[in-house]
């Protein structure tokens, strides 16, 4: 476990300090210093089918868990109240199913918001 800081930003800026969160509501994102210390630079976007942030107006929290598969260091971790919690190290396997299951909610979404516009289109031209 590990303290951080987060920083709401308006933009990124070049120099990331360690174990700082910056958050930019503006571009609905944030990015980090990998907590793991190897200095990868993790990008968690916000958006229905990726992270979301939770602020409770003194610290913030980012479900799911960031998982950095593409690193070296291959951590998993949670934010949670500007906590960093090691996660359980995935399996190969197990990263394979998250990126399928991650690829799934994206087009079940997706789909469902095509539904509601077609079933909205549909509805006008019954009136
Ligand atoms: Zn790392």
Redesign the pocket.
Known sequence: MKIITHKFVEQIPRQLDDDVIYISLKYSTAIHK?F???Q?EVITPFSPTDWQLAFDGKTISLSPSIG?WN?K?Q?HYWIRNNQMVWAKKWSDIEIEAGRRQDLLNKERYYAKKKDSYWSKVIRWFKR
Do not use: A, L
């Open positions: 990998c793991c210390g190897c990868e950095n690193f260091c951590s």
